[in-house]
């Protein structure tokens, strides 16, 4: 098996440096390194129970960090999120001129990741329940006929599904 060390000095280094001598010989690195599909699930709103953070956005950031420390670029991976359910609020756009009487409490976060190329969907049948026009959707987020059964097309076409 071959670890972290081996093939990426630097970031060996860095993580000697910050988890102590030996560790990146015990890390394992990615071994998938192109063309990799990512699909995230979005289905709640909050992360943490005192309510300070989306829901998976922590982590899709996390897993494009991992990337980075891996010499991938965007032409590497293409990372999905499918946002339905409770994770509604999200794609919310708290400045549309007709604005959903809800309010996104985190719209800086889900503009971040559509500026870094990350695809974000919007299941219709969440929409149809919350009363949500597209007009209140950032702009960028596109939609899908139902969140559930996108789920199952992406991994079809070769996505790996994340639960967060």
């Not at 300070?52 to 899709?60: D, G, K, L, R, S």
């Amino acid at each position: 098996m071959k670890y972290v060390q081996e093939c990426l000095p630097d970031l060996a280094q860095a993580i000697d440096e910050e988890f102590g001598p030996g560790t990146a010989g015990k890390t394992r690195p990615l071994n998938h390194t192109r063309n990799v599909r990512f699909l995230f699930q979005v289905n709640q709103l909050y992360k943490d129970p005192a309510q300070t953070q989306p829901f998976a956005v922590e982590n899709i950031l996390n897993t494009l960090s991992d990337f980075e420390n891996h010499s991938m670029g965007e032409q590497d991976y293409h990372l999905v999120a499918i946002v339905h359910a409770e994770g509604w609020p999200l794609i919310l756009d708290n400045n549309a001129t007709d604005r959903h009487q809800t309010v996104n409490p985190f719209p800086a976060d889900m503009e971040d990741l559509l500026q870094r190329n990350i695809r974000v969907f919007f299941c219709l049948n969440t929409a149809r329940k919350k009363n949500v026009r597209a007009c209140q959707v950032i702009s960028g987020v596109e939609f899908v006929t139902s969140g559930v059964t996108a789920i199952a097309d992406f991994q079809a076409e070769g996505y790996r599904y994340i639960q967060p």
